[in-house]
Structure formats: C-alpha cells, structure tokens
Nanobody, 122 residues
Framework: QVQLVESGGGLVQPGGSLRLSCTAS????????MGWFRQAPGKEREFVATIKWSTDRSTDSTGYADFVKGRFTISGDSAKNTVYLEMNNLKPEDTGVYYC???????????WGQGTQVTVSS
C-alpha cells in the first residue's frame, strides 16, 4: 500500500505564503490523481485542489475549489513522486489540517496522508 506523507505546514500571518509537499512512498499505477483537502475545526473536510496525470504522465490537468482560485497552485514532480500546494495571500479562514490524497480516477480517494496543520493568524 502506497503511503502519503505531507510536510510544510505551520503558522503564518494573514497575507503570507506556505508551500505544502506530499510525497508518495512509491510510484504506482494505482494512483493517477492526487489532491489536497482541508478540515477546519468543527467543519467537514473539503476539497481544495487536484492534479491528474495522463497515462504516460507527460501531461497533467488541475482543478481548484472556488475559494482558492488565484491564490493556491497545485503542481507535481512525477520523478520525485511529490505533489506541491503553493498557498499565497493566506487568510485566517484557510486555517485547518491539510490532507493529501490519492486515487485511480474516477474511483474514490482511497489513500490519505496524516495531515499537516496550517494556521493563519496575526
């Protein structure tokens, strides 16, 4: 079973930036789609961004939740089995635990990381 490990969370002031990383323990054909989700205290987990690779991993497509468009960017380094989430102009409402997930699209998200805390506060 592939494992996902997130890193890069922390405390940042409003308007600041963070970059999250998610590294898979191995490259596998069972995952062609990775995403970031987040969960704020007392709220349900919500989708943030996704990246999906073509069969030969030569191209990818991305998607974002409306509330992060223009502020967050998802990208991937296939050779390093790593996905990044660049977060700019952070707001207090971006606070939460950010989770990386993987799947073989269009099946359900079935591989999850342990999460990394992001706190946006002055």
């Amino acid at each position: 079973q592939v494992q996902l490990v997130e890193s890069g969370g922390g405390l940042v002031q409003p308007g600041g930036s963070l970059r999250l990383s998610c590294t898979a323990s191995a490259r596998t054909s069972s995952i062609n789609n990775m995403g970031w989700f987040r969960q704020a205290p007392g709220k349900e987990r919500e989708f943030v961004a996704t990246i999906k690779w073509s069969t030969d991993r030569s191209t990818d497509s991305t998607g974002y939740a409306d509330f992060v468009k223009g502020r967050f960017t998802i990208s991937g380094d296939s050779a390093k089995n790593t996905v990044y989430l660049e977060m700019n102009n952070l707001k207090p409402e971006d606070t939460g635990v950010y989770y990386c997930a993987g799947r073989r699209a269009p099946l359900s998200w079935n591989v999850w990381g342990q999460g990394t805390q992001v706190t946006v506060s002055s």
